[in-house]
T-cell receptor, first 113, second 115 residues
Framework: GNSVTQMEGPVTLSEEAFLTINCTYT??????LFWYVQYPGEGLQLLLK?????DKGSNKGFEATYRKETTSFHLEKGSVQVSDSAVYFC????????????FGKGTTLSVSS | DAGVIQSPRHEVTEMGQEVTLRCKPI?????LFWYRQTMMRGLELLIY????????DSGMPEDRFSAKMPNASFSTLKIQPSEPRDSAVYFC?????????????FGPGTRLTVL
């Protein structure tokens, strides 16, 4: 079945450091891929998405590229801020309308000034 | 749009009591999902509905859990009787499903504590 594996956390960085959070997936067909972010005490918010191979999703300085050959969707940011401290979830859904999301276990990012 | 609305935001109850969690999806969305989040198991899909009809409830942990969606703007998740191991954050999410795009919008969650 479909699954998502993301790197274990926590990830601790200093402000302005480069961030990479690895995500790989197993899926049949042509899944859509997502990164969600959860700030303390809040629900999940969509950060970015990609719906086909080689697509790059980007938002708020974060980027991720849909790599079908390596079944990966790694999240990157060139210079993190303290306000980026949160839990980040990689997720996938099937191509058909209405399929449920499958989430990775989440990676906690802590950024210090 | 107000987004997905959940109530209550926090619930503390005693073991054996009935708990009802409520969700109002985004207007016009045709799918509604209930998730549970715990430290040990992460985010788990419990059940989801399409046009108010349950599609997959295989994630519902046991018969103590039930969910309904009487109309397009309201859903409930009920636990009866509740147990301490049900303590978790419960999220509701909705989406307007389209081929190739199943982005879901999440509510703020209900933090349930069963003593």
């Amino acid at each position: 079945g479909n699954s998502v594996t993301q790197m274990e956390g926590p990830v601790t960085l200093s402000e302005e450091a480069f961030l990479t959070i690895n995500c790989t997936y197993t899926a049949t067909g042509y899944p859509s891929l997502f990164w969600y972010v959860q700030y303390p005490g809040e629900g999940l918010q969509l950060l970015l998405k990609a719906t086909k191979a080689d697509d790059k999703g980007s938002n708020k300085g974060f980027e991720a590229t849909y790599r079908k050959e390596t079944t990966s969707f790694h999240l990157e940011k060139g210079s993190v801020q303290v306000s980026d401290s949160a839990v980040y979830f990689c997720a996938l859904s099937g191509y058909q309308a209405g399929t449920a999301l499958i989430f990775g276990k989440g990676t906690t990012l802590s950024v210090s000034s | 749009d107000a987004g997905v609305i959940q109530s209550p935001r926090h619930e503390v109850t005693e073991m054996g009591q009935e708990v009802t969690l409520r969700c109002k999806p985004i207007s016009g969305h045709d799918y509604l999902f209930w998730y549970r989040q715990t430290m040990m198991r992460g985010l788990e899909l419990l059940i989801y509905f399409n046009n108010n009809v349950p599609i997959d409830d295989s994630g519902m942990p046991e018969d103590r859990f039930s969910a309904k969606m009487p109309n397009a703007s309201f859903s409930t998740l009920k636990i009866q009787p509740s147990e301490p191991r049900d303590s978790a954050v419960y999220f509701c999410a909705s989406t307007l499903a389209r081929v190739g795009s199943n982005e879901q919008f999440f509510g703020p969650g209900t933090r349930l504590t069963v003593l």
